[in-house]
């Protein structure tokens, strides 16, 4: 059975810094992507940066978190990253990693929550 599992989010003060992992169960080479959505309370799900894992990694950003956000991945370890820096208020959310992969399904994780707060 395919899984997603996120781990570190947190809490963290504006202008800090985390870093979510996503763990796919099996090989991360049955994705053709990853990547990393987020919803704030009373907002929509919105995607946050993807990465391709069939394609030589091309990523790509929402414009809100470009020159922050660095989304990579360790294929030895089945892992995607995200790297959040320079976090603020806004970026408050619980992130979802999201990944499309066998049977060219929609797989999604339980998610974590971050808080940028002071």
């Known amino acids: 059975q395919v899984q997603l599992v996120e781990s570190g989010g947190g809490l963290v003060q504006p202008g800090g810094s985390l870093r979510l992992s996503c763990v796919a169960s099996g090989s991360i080479f049955s994705f053709y992507y990853l990547g990393w959505y987020r919803q704030a309370p009373g907002k929509q799900r919105e995607l946050v940066a993807r990465?391709?894992?069939?394609?030589?990694?091309?990523?790509n950003y929402a414009d809100s978190v470009k020159g922050r956000f660095t989304i990579s991945r360790d294929n030895a370890k089945n892992t995607v990253y995200l790297q959040m820096n320079s976090l603020k208020p806004e970026d408050t959310a619980v992130y979802y990693c999201?990944?499309?992969?066998?049977?060219?399904?929609?797989?999604w994780g339980q998610g974590t929550q971050v808080t940028v707060s002071s």
């Open positions: 990465i391709t894992i069939t394609s030589g990694g091309v990523t």
């Open positions: 999201n990944g499309l992969g066998p049977g060219y399904r929609d797989y």
